[in-house]
């Protein structure tokens, strides 16, 4: 039998697959919008780079000095404040395992990224969930919720299913009033998607320490399927991570993509660009047809439905469009939605409007 906290964590769920959708409905054309992925594929560079990858017979230098170097440089930081993860999901768990003892508590948002919860709850400490406010982070209730068994304090910015950011103001508050015994999470996987930063990572490692902020390679560089994801943190905190993370947890192949993918400007711009200006065409349009979008810092936004989620989200499926419901995101009466190409856009509003029209009459 495994143990009480493995038989209290909910499975992950991922989003719907384009197989199985195929397998249901026999559609043969399959627009996904389900799992934040980046429309435009990979970094050309990075595929270039994957194909000449070799040696795969031995084992890798684990250091990887030089790519944390570069990393580091990118935030004015060093190799000592970087540690590479399997996707920044892994590093999720690193955190949990390295900081967090049985009964000790770990402040989240509620809605937010299910990983903190089942990551906290696994080493059997327990995560505090505070509800957002106005689908963002309640830092206020947040600060307040903060007691003598808490460790880790969760910030996903922008929000995992909210798509929402903290403001300037909001930042100020978090890191002028937050207990610095306490460590602080911000998980920024969709931070190339926001128009302003929100606060300096160097500054903050520096200035108050005590912090680790995660990143990815699977969204805006378009390597979700590679698994790699990295975290900046003060010496002392990346330390124990380095410690606590499995050996070779990062392939070659994974760091030799990551690497080529970092010199490619053109791609990133050309997919930080084409989000933008979709991100603003579809939530206005869907605004202009009565729908309410949180305002969105990622590549998805979340928005309502004039229906039960769920209902949306079948009907949506059954023509070969597939999103999240927000009832399984614990966002009820939205959809989660990845922004696509103007394509996938186009078909994604055109059967909403559908969908919406049924629900309506
Ligand atoms: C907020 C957030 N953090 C982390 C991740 C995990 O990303 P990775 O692919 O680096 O494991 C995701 C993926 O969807 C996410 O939404």
Known sequence: MSRSAVRAIAPYVAGTSIEEVHRRFGHTRIVKLASNENPLGSSPLALAALRSTNRLHLYLD???????????????????????????????????????????????????FSLYRSAVSLVGAIPVEVPLRNGVHDIERMLAAVGARTKVFFICDPNN???????????????????????????????????????????????????????????????ASLRFGYAYGDRESIGWLQRVRLPFNVSRPAAIGAAAALDDRAFLEKSISLNASERARVTTELE??????????????????????????????????????????????????????????????????????????
Not at 62 to 74: K, P, Q, S, T
Not at 294 to 315: I, K, L, R
């Open 62 to 112: 684990d250091a990887y000095e030089e790519l944390r170097e570069r990393l580091g440089e990118r935030e004015r930081l060093h190799a000592e404040n970087v540690v590479l993860g399997h996707g920044s999901n892994e590093l999720i768990n690193t955190i949990a395992q390295s900081f967090l003892d049985p009964g000790d508590e770990a402040v989240m948002a509620d809605p937010t």
């Open 288 to 361: 202009r047809r009565g729908h309410r979008c949180y305002p969105s810092g990622a590549n998805f936004y979340a928005v309502t439905v004039p229906m039960p989620a769920h209902e949306a989200y079948e009907a949506l499926l059954e023509r070969g469009i597939i999103v999240r419901s927000g009832d399984a995101l614990r966002m009820p009466g939205r959809l989660r939605v990845t922004v696509g190409t103007v394509e996938e856009n186009d078909a994604f509003l055109a059967t909403l409007a559908e969908v919406a029209s049924g629900a309506s009459a």
């Open 161 to 223: 299913p909210t798509a929402t950011f903290l403001s300037p103001a909001l930042w100020s508050e978090l890191f002028e009033r937050l207990s610095r015994e306490v460590l602080l999470v911000i998980d920024r996987a969709y931070a190339e998607y926001l128009e302003e930063p929100g606060f300096d990572v160097a500054r903050a490692i520096r200035e108050r320490g005590n912090v680790v902020v995660l990143r990815t390679m699977s969204k805006a560089y378009g390597l």
